[in-house]
């Protein structure tokens, strides 16, 4: 259920740099994310230092590191563990019949704004939700975030204990966030020690017509490349 919370910290068009730096860098790095990292770095470079540093830490990082290098990074941080997920629903429900209808209503918020998705990809992508946050709603999208709160910290701090080149992003992502409640707290302590909701032993999985026949294709892997627009940044370069 969505909750009250207090009114952001930055300005909106200051949202929209972090937010839509933030779906573009989280992609699998490839030659086009290449492409885009000065229109990334000149935007975020209009950030106070505090905000932007993160930002402009990765920039550095895939800027100066081979796709040799950081494309089985990425795959080896956020495909094969379960506690550094960009799907914000699986740390809540992981393959549960819950998650099914979490997915739902990601779907039904972004309906609610006329935005669509295209079928390969799943609502509650981090990437998605960013892009839907800085561009289309940024008042519903702050609030997807901020009914996963738990899993955007537990994401963070596991980044934070691998040394992750990519904590920075949701370091900065987190921080355009109110400081987490008691409850989230404790929300936090039980994924970091128990991990998200195993399978539940004969419940349909989530992505199945039972809940919504736009989910019947297979979800594109993270490790996969989004064509996401490029970035229409105030004063950037285009």
């Given amino acids: 259920m969505s909750r009250r919370s207090p009114k952001p910290s930055l300005p909106p068009d200051q949202l929209l740099i972090v937010w839509q730096s933030a779906s573009l860098l989280l992609n699998y790095p490839d030659e086009k994310l290449l492409e885009r990292l000065d229109t990334v770095s000149a935007a975020a470079g209009q950030l106070p230092p505090n905000v932007g540093a993160g930002l402009l830490q990765f920039v550095e990082y895939l800027g100066t590191t081979p796709l040799s290098e950081s494309q089985p ?43 669509t998705l295209d079928d390969s990809e799943l609502p509650d992508h981090l990437c998605v939700v960013l892009e839907y ?25 596991s980044l934070r204990d691998m040394a992750s080149p990519w904590f920075p ?42 809940f919504d026949p736009a989910l019947a294709s297979p979800p594109a892997p993270t490790s996969g490349p989004k064509d996401l627009p490029m970035p229409a940044f105030p004063g950037a370069p285009r």
Avoid: W
């Fill in 133 to 157: 946050a800085a561009l289309i709603d940024q008042k519903l999208g702050r609030q997807l975030m901020l009914d996963h709160r738990a899993g955007l910290e537990l994401l963070r701090l």
């Fill in 169 to 210: 992003i949701i370091d900065t992502v987190c921080g355009t966030l109110p400081p987490l409640r008691g409850d989230e707290r404790d929300a936090v302590s039980r994924l970091a020690a128990e991990g998200p909701p195993e399978e539940e032993v004969g419940l349909t999985p989530y992505g199945t017509p039972s």
């Fill in 73 to 115: 990074e990425y795959v080896e941080t956020f495909d094969a563990r379960r506690r550094c997920n960009l799907f914000l629903t699986y740390f809540a429900h992981g393959d549960t019949r819950k998650r099914g209808m979490a997915l739902l209503r990601f779907k039904q918020t972004y309906l609610q704004s006329g935005f």
